[in-house]
């Protein structure tokens, strides 16, 4: 029973093109969310993250967008670049039970940007 | 700064035997965590461990267990190895124990463990 959900297993998108990755949720109790690249032979790596009390996050290129009622959140990357290439992961975890059961992923989303 | 290091990189084991992984957390970092990911999947979450006591665990079976030192690194030990045990093994570590902003979990390069 996956609680976080990464349907598309790829993305292919142009070099300077926006780059919209998506994730879905089942548990209401997730209350902040996290992205995580990740390259080959390497741990993921903190992208960006967001609250459950925000609608939107930015971070220089990178904008994380939450919905509540539909449980989906989405990562936006404007405009992409070839080092974007990586797979990403979403993550979701419940602070108000302290955090001690860790972040919950979704399988990941490869992303590949197209010179 | 030195990131979240782990060792070793890769391990071959056969089944039924143990094998004992290694992480050392990033400096000012009292806590860590294991995460278990198999091809294709995500990380799962295997421990949570802040100031040497474990503060969560995730759905896996007693043969998995962890400890953490005084010096902040951790343990991750797994007995009767089975096939399924083949993963890479990651280890993260924070500033304290949870999350949330401001303490968000570092991950290290993690250690592949094949199974025979």
């Known amino acids: 029973d996956q609680q976080v959900k990464q349907n598309s297993p790829s993305l292919s998108v142009q070099e300077g093109r926006i780059s919209i990755l998506n994730c879905d949720y089942t548990n209401s109790m997730f209350d902040y969310f996290l992205w995580y690249k990740k390259y080959p032979a390497e741990g993921p790596t903190f992208l960006i993250s967001i609250s459950s009390i925000k609608d939107k996050n930015e971070d220089g290129r990178f904008t994380v967008f939450l919905n509540k009622s539909a449980k989906h959140l989405s990562l936006h990357i404007v405009p992409s670049q070839p080092g974007d290439s990586a797979v990403y992961f979403c993550a979701a975890s419940r602070l108000t039970g302290g955090g001690a059961d860790g972040l919950t992923f979704g399988k990941g989303t490869h992303l590949i940007i197209q010179p | 700064d030195a990131g979240v290091t782990q060792s070793p990189t890769h391990l071959i084991k056969t089944r039924g035997q143990q094998v004992t992984l290694r992480c050392s957390p990033i400096?000012?970092?009292?806590?860590v965590s294991w995460y278990q990911q198999v091809l294709g999947q995500g990380p799962q979450f295997i421990f949570q461990?802040?100031?040497?006591?474990?503060?969560g665990r995730g759905n896996f079976p007693d043969r998995f267990s962890a400890r953490q030192f005084p010096n902040y690194s951790s343990e991750l030990n797994v007995n009767a190895l089975l096939l399924g045990d083949s993963a890479l093994y990651l280890c993260a570590s924070s500033l304290v124990a949870g999350g949330g902003p401001y303490n968000e979990q570092f991950f290290g390069p993690g250690t592949r463990l094949t199974v025979l």
């Open positions: 400096s000012g970092h009292k806590s």
């Open positions: 461990y802040y100031e040497k006591e474990e503060r």
